[in-house]
């Protein structure tokens, strides 16, 4: 025994050091001098022996995995039986199977079935109890005997560790079903795993990464595990132990489930455990603060978690060794860095960070993400759909890369393709409201109200945790439960298309109160403003109609109501060179600008305030009609013509404001350039006059028919996801992401 367990001191010790192959010679030989021992007459130490030897075997069989040779490891594990006998080679050599994505033949040796009755409840209860408490076993002749503390402590602490195999072993299933598509068994193997083995994070971040479960389905799960099970070796500790557990696992939630219990959670583990700098802690905030629009100061901690600064070993500064190490930090920052990159306009940062991932890390996802981020940004879209499709093969559950490689579709206005490639990704992420979201979308491009209103209902249901039926609500207002306000500003110009304004002024509204509870960016809201303006102009109410836009033009300009940013909703530091990715995400924000003054120029004429109507019509040419194309050329064919009408109009009222005062109208007082103006639109015959006031009446038409079939959306353009944000995410990368 002396020499066995000089042994397993040499072999750990040199498994420490990570020297290997003398972990594999000396556990060779341990093995063999285990082995020996397994026929013993005594029943007792036949059952010492053997689990002796099943550690050595284990751990010789860990070496060789550890070192890639899955082969070998697989050889040792199938003698002796050890994979049916002993949890932990069972799933090692499911492991092993797994790494050679030979997923049957791990299902094969795992099973198919989950052990639920092993699944802790909140009070700490199994359905099959533990053996705690027998004290005595039975040899095989019949007699029993007492065993000491020290077994019967020995013996409950290796039932405990098997169960926390047994809990592995589901989450391995899980990993076989998803490579399957499988993803309803997945999901049912993880969420067995983490009940089971509250402490098996692996199985809770497939859960979250994945977006398997909806964001109620989530936060159930959280409040149904039985943290009370964690143990600590100091018990008087074990209670803060599983509190710290439930908040750090809270901070991996969907960042639409609770905002208060996630920022409660997040300020917690920031100033009393002074995790404040911890990457999961800084990408956590970065996620909320994405959600809520705030993409600076979100771009701010997703630089802090991947920049770094290593010196090498002499002292001096190393470029590469700098690179290196900062491609290695947090890879899961990567979507929603390349979301924040986007959405605040930075093309340079994403032309060098994408330049240097392809140097680093060239077999990496995010890699290709990047760049394919990169093109859109600067609407290169064919290249940006190849790197997107590459990013997607190299990682198939990859939610920024599918969501980027629909993006890349509706950039162009291919629908048909982009709803293909949407729902896939609502196939692959189910519990993500952001694939529904982006489906509705494109259904409303395309006019289709009733699906367009089935999927932003279930993408606001999916958003707010409530339930959804097998039949969609018609014409139903939602519920303020919280959510995206996206998604209910998407819904109220569902409704504003089938006249429903009423309706569409509610969900606008809902859709500002909302964004404003959760401390949004407004510039980022200003599209939602401008569509309640135009419902409200619909509806009759000039007046507050006016109001709406002219605090659309004051968000914009950053609070100065004498002028106007020309990107709203973009970083003040963006690059305006650079043309926005409108496709994505609506009108570009030139275009956006220049609606805004011919729409206050339309709720001028309806107010008889010509003379402001000329003014804010003139403005809107002028913005509209510079170089560029795109929406905003066709703005300002309309905003000419309605500032033609609307310079007659005004030349009228003053030729009648000067016949009230009894002016002669060949007076010197009048400037020529108004001799000139009344001449041209002096009727000739009352043909004419007749045509002109049909033409009125058309234009009027024409005018208000372009706004509902260009109605404003949320001004910030959607980024690949999170890779989602650019995901989420995923992403508004989404969001993004």
């Given amino acids: 025994m002396a020499m066995e367990q000089y042994l397993r001191d040499w072999r750990q010790d040199a498994i420490n050091r990570s020297q290997y192959e003398t ?79 030979q997923f049957e033949q791990a299902l094969t040796l795992l099973g198919e079935s989950n052990p639920t009755e092993l699944i802790t409840d909140k009070h700490g209860r199994r359905k099959i109890p533990h053996l705690r408490g027998q004290s005595h076993v039975t040899l095989r002749n019949g007699k029993t005997t007492r065993e000491t503390t020290r077994e019967r402590d020995e013996r409950d602490e290796e039932h405990e560790r098997n169960i926390k195999f047994e809990a592995s072993i589901c989450y391995l299933r899980g990993l076989c079903f998803a490579k399957q598509n499988n993803f309803d068994r997945a999901r049912e193997c993880y969420e067995t795993a983490v009940r089971i083995d509250v402490q098996c994070f692996e199985a809770l971040d497939q859960l979250t990464k994945n977006s398997l479960m909806t964001p109620k389905q989530e936060l159930e799960l959280l409040e149904s595990l039985c943290f009370d099970s964690i143990h600590a070796s100091d ?167 599918w969501i980027g490689f629909a993006h890349s579709f509706a950039a162009e206005g291919e629908h048909e393709q982009a709803i293909a490639a949407y729902s896939t990704a609502a196939r692959l992420f189910q519990g993500s409201h952001l694939p529904q979201l982006f489906l509705g979308m494109q259904h409303l491009a395309l006019n289709n109200m009733t699906l367009a209103y089935e999927y932003l209902w279930a993408a606001n249901a999916m958003s707010t945790g409530m339930e959804i039926g097998a039949s969609v609500p018609t014409k139903s207002l939602p519920s303020p439960l919280g959510g995206d306000p996206l998604v209910l500003n998407e819904l109220g110009v569902v409704f504003y298309h089938q006249n429903s304004h009423t309706s569409a002024v509610a969900l606008f509204r809902q859709a500002l109160n909302l964004a404003t509870s959760l401390h949004c960016e407004p510039g980022a809201w200003v599209a939602t403003r401008v569509n309640l303006g135009h419902a409200l102009r619909r509806m009759g109410q000039f007046s507050e109609a006016l109001t709406e836009f002219d605090e659309c033009l004051r968000v914009g300009s950053g609070g100065n109501t004498s002028g106007y940013s020309p990107f709203l909703g973009r970083s003040a530091g963006g690059s305006a060179t650079v043309p926005s990715a409108s496709g994505v995400g609506g009108y570009e924000d030139r275009g956006l600008v220049g609606s805004l003054h011919t729409s206050r120029g339309l709720v001028l004429l309806e107010l008889g305030r010509n003379t402001a109507a000329v003014e804010s019509l003139h403005e809107a040419v002028r913005i509209l009609g510079a170089p560029g194309g795109g929406d905003s050329a066709g703005g300002a064919g309309i905003a000419q013509t309605l500032l033609a009408r609307a310079l007659e109009i005004w030349a009228l009222e003053g030729r009648e404001k000067d016949h009230t005062t009894g002016r002669d109208r060949s007076s010197a007082s009048v400037s020529p350039s108004k001799h000139r103006i009344e001449a041209a639109i002096e009727p000739e015959t009352e043909l004419e006059a007749a045509l002109d006031n049909n033409a009125d009446e058309v234009l009027r038409r024409a005018g208000l028919g372009r706004t509902r079939r260009r109605p404003a959306r949320s001004s910030n353009p959607s980024p690949p996801p999170s890779p989602h944000r650019t995901r989420r995410g995923q992403g508004r990368t989404p969001r993004a992401h």
């Avoid at 082969?71 to 080679?89: F, I, Q």
């Fill in 23 to 101: 972990a594999v010679f000396v556990g060779d030989k341990l093995l063999a001098l285990t082995s020996r021992h397994l026929a013993p007459d005594c029943f007792l130490n036949a059952n010492s022996y053997r689990k002796d030897s099943d550690g050595d075997a284990f751990w010789l069989a860990q070496v060789h995995f550890t070192t890639g040779s899955y082969s070998r490891a697989l050889a040792l594990l199938s003698r002796e039986d050890l994979v049916s006998r002993n949890p932990a080679c069972r799933y090692l050599a499911g492991l092993c199977y797994i790494k050679q994505n």
């Fill in 235 to 401: 018990p008087s500790v074990a209670q803060e132990a599983a509190e710290f557990t439930k908040m750090l696992y809270t901070t991996r939630l969907s960042k639409y489930s609770s905002p208060s219990i996630l920022s409660n959670a997040t300020e917690t583990l920031s100033t009393h455990y002074k995790l404040a700098n911890n990457p999961d802690i800084l990408l956590s905030r970065a996620e909320m603060f994405y959600t809520q629009c705030r993409f600076n100061e979100a771009l701010e901690l997703t630089s802090s978690i991947i920049t770094t600064h290593t010196t090498d070993f002499t002292g001096t500064a190393s470029q590469n060794i700098h690179h290196r190490n900062q491609l290695a930090l947090a890879p899961a920052a990567y979507p929603l860095h390349l979301a924040c990159l986007y959405e605040t306009g930075a093309i340079n940062d994403l032309f060098l960070l994408s330049h240097m991932l392809a140097d680093y890390a060239p077999e990496e996802s995010y890699t290709y993400l990047a760049i394919g981020v990169y093109y859109l940004a600067v609407s290169k879209i064919p290249e940006a759909r190849r790197f997107f499709s590459k990013a997607s093969l190299l990682d198939p559950h990859s939610a920024p890369a």
